[in-house]
């Protein structure tokens, strides 16, 4: 049976494991992410030997010559990831953006299985869609696709959203923080547990901001299912199911929003580490 490594490389930190292609994890270890290039080639090579392919997700964008541009980790420069890999390693590389990642995670072995028609909104630091229409992944023409904490929600312009987009200075994990004025949304969220009311409004705010962006998505893409997840749906996706919920039916195209389920992730935080694998695994298929 063909075993893979799937590298979820993050912002900060990185989760790798080793997966077979029945989808079960044999092993896995996380670690601060790699400072450059030949630091992540060499932290990838470590936990390589032995497996059959090699899967790697990114936080940015990835172009289909396989170079990546992650300014969180190397810069504002598009780095060589995939011929920097497939020279020390002597297996199939694939490497995708994190959104893909986890869409593709969630419809192998998640809540999106069997499912044609799917968008993932990961909220966390930052606000991205992963997205499969058709059964097949949906990238752009330049790799953007999904880039959706971008969207112009707002009437007037503001100079933040040059920086991370309209919905994502709204809604993603620093913007509950700051509204809240706490140092992380995972503050924000234990205060909202402790009943705390303005904790509590912070939230109900970011859902409503995060519902209009995905009613927009739901109008133009007809998803059939909706799967949200990131850190901040990882701890508090209780409290904000249902006020995103509601503003998805106001906002969206109603026969759209009426047959679209919206639901979280059954994988939390293992989604980017299955379409790591995931795609590793059709790596080695079409070797």
């Known amino acids: 049976m063909s075993r893979v490594l799937a590298v979820d490389l993050g912002g900060t930190k990185a989760a790798l494991g080793r997966v077979d292609e029945d989808g079960r994890v044999?092993?896995?270890?996380?670690?601060?992410?790699?400072?450059?290039?030949?630091d992540t080639v060499a932290c990838i090579a470590e936990d390589a030997t032995g497996v059959d392919a090699v899967g790697v997700i990114v936080p940015g964008l990835c172009t289909p010559d396989g170079r990546a541009w992650c300014p969180n980790l190397w810069g504002d420069v598009h780095?060589?990831?995939?011929?920097?890999?497939?020279?020390?390693l002597a297996v199939p590389v694939a490497i995708d953006c994190d959104r893909a990642g986890h869409v593709v995670g969630e419809a192998w072995r998640g809540t999106a299985q069997g499912v044609r028609d799917v968008a993932f909104v990961a909220v966390g630091t930052g606000i991205g869609v992963g997205i499969i229409a058709g059964g097949h992944v949906v990238r752009g023409a330049h790799g953007t696709a999904g880039s959706a904490g971008w969207s112009a929600l707002c009437e007037r312009w503001d100079d933040e959203f040059?920086?991370?987009?309209?919905?994502?200075?709204?809604?993603?994990?620093p913007a509950i923080a700051k509204a809240f004025g706490a140092a992380s949304a995972a503050d924000v969220v234990a205060a909202a547990r402790e009943g705390d009311a303005r904790a509590i409004a912070a939230l109900r705010d970011a859902a409503a901001w995060t519902g209009r962006g995905i009613a927009t998505l739901v109008s133009v893409l007809d998803p059939a299912l909706v799967v949200l997840g990131g850190g901040v749906m990882h701890g508090a996706g209780d409290l904000l199911l249902d006020p995103?919920?509601?503003?998805?039916?106001?906002?969206?195209?109603?026969?759209?929003?009426?047959?679209?389920?919206?639901?979280l992730?059954?994988?939390?935080?293992?989604?980017?580490?299955?379409?790591?694998a995931r795609l590793a695994l059709d790596a080695l298929e079409a070797s």
């Open 79 to 88: 780095v060589p990831l995939r011929d920097a890999l497939q020279s020390r």
């Open 244 to 263: 995103i919920r509601e503003a998805i039916a106001r906002w969206a195209q109603p026969i759209a929003a009426r047959q679209c389920r919206v639901v």
């Open 265 to 276: 992730s059954t994988l939390g935080e293992d989604a980017g580490l299955f379409g790591a």
């Open 26 to 38: 044999h092993g896995r270890r996380r670690t601060a992410a790699p400072a450059s290039l030949d």
């Open 162 to 173: 040059a920086r991370c987009g309209c919905w994502e200075a709204h809604a993603a994990g």
